[in-house]
């Protein structure tokens, strides 16, 4: 048996011990000229690791009360009325779409055979909702240096079929959002802004600065270790907007009609007094399921983290703000050789990666794996093409699947001659000159 007075004093001596832990095996060690520089790395310290224990101790697993404090705090930062967490930033995007099939949404609901503009120069799961429900991608093409829509083609793109737009911010550099909500404001569209790379941009429209992911109908994010902030796994989705808000609850937890916490019975005192669908009425409530729908809760282990990182998070913007700008500014006399990326206009983004796209004269793998040998880490825009995968082959000649418009000229010119390396809030600024150092010295040389 413990000494222990009460669970207080346990929780307290427990959390002690994990801060000592945290310092004596988990801490990171100051980088060491010639240490590998990776492109991503999770920034944290005792306050994760003692706030994840907490959550263990607590042994609640499931959705709790970390998990509640996070999507209240979460929501408040965002300036938005509606913050859900979820176990990824794919299942962000999957209840985002999902939640815009629903029949509540009448006329403006997503049906299969109806289209969504999107780009296929990004991460896979920005698009594979649309596609697995049997709705129709329509991609169109991204512009350079920005590596987001070119909204040029965005009238080309619509049909009588078009009902949304669903688009990630490139790296954290913002797509155009006033021309993007223009046009679907003007034609009825629904806009899903994928957020998982922007956390924390900022954009000015009508005179009013937005964050990124709560100018559009819902915005996603997700919480792999690599993105701005991390809880492991782990993912958002936010509205401003109740119906939807409602429906991404019914998504994300098995498509139930009831909103009841976990672990609670009988929150809107209607359990069993509902008349649903052709269910003997009186039915319980908790078990009456009005969506198809899926479990993409987090635990509350991840929430847990999360609710530490955020905490952090402002100052880790910065951190990846300064980089950026640091690595551009040391990299400004190669232009010749590497176009450098810019931000977007009216934008001042919370950059997930510093992007380039060589000269046509410089062989991309040499480049990169120049540079990798020399302890830097790269990594391409995610999917390049999409449509040039393995996954599209089963589709590629059905011309019902996806729509292309126009040409895809410099998605493929991403595909073949561009790469990023990060910008972390880990990373000091000697990790950036070296990093520019390697660069130049890779695409000077070969
Ligand atoms: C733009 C974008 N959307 C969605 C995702 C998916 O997030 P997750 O890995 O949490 O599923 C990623 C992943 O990195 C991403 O870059």
Redesign the pocket.
């Known amino acids: 048996m413990s000494n222990w007075k009460n669970e207080q004093e346990a929780r307290e001596q427990i959390l002690s011990m994990v801060e000592d832990f945290y310092h004596d095996f988990r801490e990171k060690k100051p980088y060491q000229d010639g240490d590998r520089i990776t492109y991503a790395a999770r920034v944290f310290d005792e306050k994760e690791m003692c706030s994840l224990v907490d959550s263990a101790l607590d042994f609640w697993l499931t959705t709790g009360r970390f998990a509640k404090e996070f999507e209240t705090e979460f929501a408040k930062w965002l300036g938005v009325k509606f913050a859900h967490l979820v176990n ?4 962000a ?1 999957l209840i985002a779409f999902s939640v815009l099939t629903a029949p509540e949404l009448g006329d403006r609901r997503i049906k299969r055979g109806d289209e969504v503009i999107t780009v296929a120069a ?2 896979p ?2 698009v594979t909702p649309v596609l697995q429900y049997g709705a129709v991608p329509v991609f169109v093409d991204v512009t350079i240096p920005q590596y987001n829509i070119d909204v040029t083609k965005l009238e080309d793109a619509l049909s009588d079929k078009t009902k949304a737009v669903m688009i ?1 911010h490139t790296l954290g550099n913002p797509f155009d959002l006033s021309a993007v909500k223009a046009f679907c404001d003007k034609h009825g569209l629904w806009l899903v802004e ?1 957020n ?2 922007a956390l924390g941009s900022t954009y000015e429209l009508n005179g009013k600065k937005y964050l990124t992911g709560t100018v559009g109908d819902i915005g ?1 994010s ?3 270790p ?2 701005h902030m991390t809880m492991g ?3 958002a989705v936010y509205t401003n907007d109740p119906l939807l808000h409602r429906l991404i609850l019914s998504y994300r937890d098995w498509g139930r009609d009831c909103i009841c916490p976990s672990g609670q019975d009988n929150f809107c005192g209607h359990r069993y007094d509902g008349q649903y669908g052709e269910l003997p009425k009186g039915y319980d409530h908790k078990y009456v399921y009005s969506h198809f729908g899926y479990n993409l809760k987090v635990t509350d282990m991840q929430a847990a983290i999360g609710v530490e990182q955020l905490k952090k998070f402002p100052s880790f913007v910065e951190r990846r703000k300064h980089n950026w700008k640091r690595l551009r500014e040391a990299l400004s006399d190669v232009q010749d050789k590497l176009i450098l990326p810019v931000p977007a206009e009216h934008a001042d983004p919370s950059w997930f990666g510093f992007i380039m796209t060589l000269s046509d004269e410089l062989d991309r793998e040499k480049v990169v794996r120049y540079i990798e040998d020399h302890g830097v880490q790269t990594r391409m825009l ?1 999917s390049g093409n999409l449509t040039k995968h393995p996954c599209f082959d089963d589709i590629r000649s059905n011309e019902s699947a996806y729509r292309v418009v126009g040409s895809l000229d410099n998605t493929d010119r991403i595909m073949e001659h561009s790469f990023w390396v990060g910008v972390y809030p880990g990373m000091t600024d000697e990790m950036i000159d070296r990093m520019a150092k390697v660069i130049k010295e890779a695409v000077s040389m070969l």
């Open positions: 990824s930033g794919s299942s995007n990004g991460f799961t920005t990630a994928d998982c790379d996603t997700s919480f792999y690599p993105h796994e782990g993912g995610f």
